[in-house]
């Protein structure tokens, strides 16, 4: 099965769109290095001055990301659904201490969505953010074979 379909193209966003669509949103995911394996860890976030803030618990999540470096991924689409986008961000986590100015800005928008005692604020300074921006592709454009869920899904 083949297509003269045009392949979409992907477009490198600037790190001022990474940023816009940073605090646009609210929610990614951690990945960090955990017992000798990666992990990933689903998070709401958001961006203070130059730094992008999440809190959590004590356990897995803030013993791997503290004094490590970590990537925070989050992806979205336009508003019909036929754009994609991704941006990521590279850095160093590091405790930020539970000041007033912490806990009276950011700590205030930080609303976590699972119930528990979240009082561990991590901060990631950037030391990469890039993103990308593309057309999202119908199905028989991939060139592949399409399996049997696909297939039905499509039926």
Request: net charge neutral; with cysteine; proline share 6%.
């Amino acid at each position: 099965m083949t297509t003269d379909a045009p392949v979409p193209q992907t477009e490198i966003l600037s790190s001022d769109e990474c940023w816009d669509l940073l605090r646009l949103t609210s929610f990614g995911r951690l990945a960090v290095w955990a017992n000798a394996q990666p992990e990933i860890f689903p998070l709401n976030y958001k961006v203070d001055h130059d730094k992008v803030v999440f809190r959590t618990s004590h356990g897995t999540k803030l013993a791997s990301a503290l004094g490590s470096r970590v990537a925070l991924e989050i992806d979205g689409t336009n508003d019909h659904g036929g754009v994609a986008w991704s941006v990521i961000v590279k850095g160093p986590a590091n405790r930020l201490e539970r000041t007033p100015e912490v806990l009276n800005s950011v700590g205030r928008l930080l609303v976590p969505w699972e119930a528990g005692k979240k009082d561990h604020f991590v901060g990631i300074t950037p030391e990469a953010v890039t993103g990308r921006r593309f057309r999202i592709a119908a199905p028989l454009t991939w060139g592949g074979r399409l399996d049997d869920a696909l297939r039905a899904g499509l039926e």
